[in-house]
């Protein structure tokens, strides 16, 4: 199944609004879900004893990338990462004493930030924490994955990695262009990538991920489409190409970038277009929003059986685990809980360092929070929703429940986005590129048209 490219309509509906990597969304989450609501969440999602999934982030970078939107800080001053690989180790500690040890970590995540700005050391101390305070497993059912900066790493980190149990990593690389690269303040080479990429391969990290972006200054469908062939060629097992969301008013160092340079949006669309062509004639198959994964992928296996999930990390093949998040910003998803850590890193270490948990929002899920984020997960993840399934699930009568839903939607049914009937809603070809404007009719706190958010495409 491959997404229909209809440029008008994509024009049409291109609005701000979620990625859906949650529901609700973390502009939903408040102070008063505190540290004692997550101790109580902890504590009884220890009788469902799902397994677990851990996110560690490391928030440090030697370089500012303008295009940037991430929680990070800019330092060179690499005895900073010896603080904080103290401050994580306490708090690994503080959520061991929570979770029974029985419970596998089916999928751990070290993300950034840059946590290659760490060494293999410092690396090595927090695996050797974590296996303390948890049962790391060693199965290749395992998903442990870390963010490379392939401009931070050497052939020895790679193996060291390998070594540790990681069988995943991911690459940040945009775009290959060195007239892009300049205008965004990334100066990365090909040979640089494809030479973590050999030594990952050769120390038996089989998975991994590219992640691009378009709509940067100065790309043009040409520039692009010779990053993606270069991409293509190197044949990354998942490719994520986001769509770039200029918000100087949000994100300090998009400030940098000039507005100027930047596609119109008739050309990000021309670019977009591109990549799904490039990707998808090169085998690539479409997994949904802006993922594609080689066919014997798991990502695709979990499409095709409906069991396909979407969590903070994008998609994901595992079921529902519980999620514990460690590290200045960290999000947690514990039961029906969200919980955020401080996003200042001052604010961070006092908490930490204090043997407390830096727990500063979140928030637990209602009965209808539950019903909407199931309906929504279907949509992102299956394209398609059972009304049986959702009723089952949640002792509801679904026509009855979204009446107003399923009016909204009929404007997207009218230009071919989806097709509803009376016991199921299903996103077409045409839509699923869209699929997030057909989420947002399911979304409690889309009223009225929210701030902040990137557009669509
Ligand atoms: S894009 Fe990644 S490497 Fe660049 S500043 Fe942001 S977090 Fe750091």
């Given amino acids: 199944m491959l997404p229909i490219f209809d440029p008008e309509l994509i024009r049409r509906y291109d609005r701000n609004g979620p990625r859906y990597t949650s529901y609700p969304t973390a502009p939903q989450f408040h102070a008063g879900f505190d540290t004692q609501a997550y101790r109580t969440a902890a504590l009884l999602s220890n009788s469902s004893a799902v397994p677990l999934s851990i996110y560690v982030h490391v928030p440090f970078c030697a370089n500012p990338c303008f295009?940037?939107?991430?929680?990070?800080?800019?330092?060179?001053?690499?005895?900073?990462?010896?603080?904080?690989?103290?401050?994580?180790s306490a708090e690994i500690g503080m959520h061991g004493r929570l979770f029974h040890h029985h419970r596998p970590v089916e999928q751990l995540h070290f993300g950034g930030g840059t946590p290659t700005f760490l060494t293999l050391d410092q690396i090595t101390e927090i695996m050797r924490r974590l296996r303390t305070d948890f049962m790391l497993i060693d199965t290749p059912e395992r998903e442990y994955g870390m963010e490379i900066d392939p401009?931070?790493?050497?052939?020895?980190?790679?193996?060291?990695l390998a070594q540790l149990g990681f069988n995943r990593i991911s690459l940040g690389v945009q775009d290959f262009d060195p007239h892009v690269q300049e205008a965004v303040n990334r100066i990365q080479s090909i040979e640089q990538t494809r030479e973590v990429v050999e030594h990952a391969r050769r120390s038996g990290i089989q998975q991994i991920g590219f992640d691009l972006i378009y709509g940067l200054p100065r790309q043009t469908p040409e520039r692009f489409?010779?990053?993606?062939?270069?991409?293509?060629d190197i044949r990354p097992t998942r490719i994520a190409v986001y769509g770039y969301a200029h918000l100087p008013e949000v994100f300090k160092a998009q400030r940098q970038i000039r507005r100027s340079e930047l596609p119109t949006s008739a050309e990000r669309l021309a670019l977009l277009r591109l990549t799904v062509d490039q990707l998808t004639q090169a085998g690539y198959v479409y997994i949904g929003m802006d993922h594609f994964a080689l066919p014997d992928d798991k990502l695709v296996h979990a499409l095709a059986a409906g069991t396909l999930h979407r969590n903070f990390q994008g998609y994901s093949s595992h079921a529902q685990c519980d999620l514990i998040g460690m590290g200045v910003s960290a999000i947690g998803n514990v039961g029906d809980t969200y919980s955020q850590n401080l996003k200042d890193l001052g604010a961070y270490y006092t908490a930490v360092e204090h043997r407390q948990f830096a727990i500063c929002k979140g928030l637990k899920l209602n009965a209808d929070d539950r019903v909407r984020r199931d309906v929504i997960q279907q949509l992102m993840c299956?394209?398609?929703v059972e009304y049986s399934r959702i009723q089952a699930n949640h002792c509801i009568d679904f026509p009855a429940y979204f009446a107003s839903e399923l009016t909204n939607l009929a404007p997207m049914q009218t230009d071919g986005l989806l097709r509803a009937t009376d016991d199921s809603i299903e996103v077409s070809d045409k839509g699923r590129l869209l699929v997030r404007n057909i989420a947002m009719a399911f979304d409690a706190y889309m009223r009225p048209r929210p701030a902040g958010y990137s557009a669509a495409i």
């Fill in 382 to 384: 299956n394209g398609r």
């Fill in 67 to 88: 295009y940037c939107g991430c929680n990070r800080v800019i330092t060179r001053n690499r005895d900073q990462a010896a603080r904080y690989v103290k401050a994580l």
């Fill in 151 to 160: 401009r931070t790493v050497d052939r020895e980190t790679i193996e060291g």
């Fill in 225 to 232: 489409g010779n990053t993606v062939r270069e991409v293509i």
